[in-house]
């Protein structure tokens, strides 16, 4: 019985041990997180109040407060609906193809032989490379005429050498997304190799004396194992593609379809000089990446864990 008591003194006083040291922690941690709060939440509130007033950059101190209207005037603008319609073609396109290049780049990564790690270095230097100058640089290998690009397409006699890339519809959304994709694809590679690394090499062995062959051990291996990776990897890349700014701005300028929902606000906030329709648009942006964020986490963040603790 007394043992008993003791056992039980013991884990209580583990317990009030673990709560203190709990305490302290959030103590300590309380500053910097009311800073961090400050910092995101301050640009957040003034762009929504931003939005729910009219602004007039050309006399000073003419404003008036217009609540929603500013909100009304973006839904009901096509060209809201043309920049959201664009935003999510090129996401839904770019974030599929670098999944499909990122598996293939990881596997070879992960392979061991003879200089995987200049392998892993030449495949990571896209992503090392400023977006914008990512845009700029693809701007002039499909330059027409002097581009690298149309110059080897019509060389080889191959479709597309008398083609303006960037200055067509279809085809100004197609070199947008081969920029992205060139750019980001290490990232998506990068993400899912550190999911390759910690799949056990028994379980390859195991199955090699099965006699399972290599797409059997992919499909039914990896693939499974590497599923909470997978999804951790779209959710980045996801988020990011819907807020893309500088690749479209830098490559296309928005041109032919290519203007994104953070592309738009910025020519309404600096171009048109439309202080609070362009914070609107900005926060409509905002409210369309935490919706899409919220829903992935919703649905597919539960998944994520349980695949983790099955793994």
């Known amino acids: 019985m007394e043992a008993a008591s003791a056992a039980v003194r013991q884990k209580q006083k583990r317990r009030s041990g673990f709560s203190a040291e709990r305490r302290l922690g959030t103590a300590m941690m309380a500053p910097s997180l009311v800073v961090m709060a400050l910092v995101a939440a301050f640009p957040i509130g003034y762009a929504i109040w931003l939005s729910l007033n009219e602004y007039s950059v050309r006399t000073p101190g003419l404003s008036r407060f ?16 043309d920049a959201f319609r664009a935003t999510f073609i090129f996401t839904g396109i770019s974030v599929s193809i670098e999944l499909v290049l990122g598996v293939a780049f990881a596997l070879a990564m992960h392979q061991a032989f003879r200089g995987r790690a200049v392998l892993r270095a030449t495949v990571l230097v896209p992503w ?3 977006t914008f100058g990512t845009g700029l640089l693809w701007r002039s290998i499909f330059e027409p005429n002097l581009g690298f690009a149309p110059s080897m397409l019509s060389a080889l006699g191959l479709p597309g050498g008398d083609v303006l890339w960037y200055g067509e519809d279809g085809w100004a959304m197609a070199t947008l997304i081969f920029a992205d994709v060139w750019k980001t694809a290490p990232f998506m590679a990068l993400l899912l190799l550190a999911g390759l690394q910690v799949i056990p090499e028994e379980v390859y062995d195991a199955a090699k ?12 291996i990896t693939l499974p194992l590497l599923k909470p990776a997978i999804l951790v990897a779209l959710l980045f890349r996801t988020l990011d593609a819907l ?16 203007t994104t929902l953070s592309l738009h606000a910025y020519n309404e906030l600096t171009k048109n000089r439309l202080v609070g329709e362009g914070s609107a648009l900005a926060v409509l942006t905002f409210v369309v ?19 983790a603790e099955e793994s």
């Open 243 to 258: 807020r893309v700014f500088d690749l479209p701005f830098a490559l296309t300028n928005g041109a032919n379809g290519t």
């Open 209 to 220: 004396v099965d006699g399972a062959t290599a797409w059997q051990r992919f499909t039914r």
């Open 289 to 307: 990446v935490m919706t899409v964020s919220f829903l992935y986490i919703r649905f597919v963040g539960g998944n994520i864990r349980a695949m």
């Open 128 to 130: 090392a490379v400023l």
């Open 66 to 81: 217009v609540g929603i209207d500013n909100y009304t005037e973006a839904l009901g603008d096509s060209r809201f609906w």
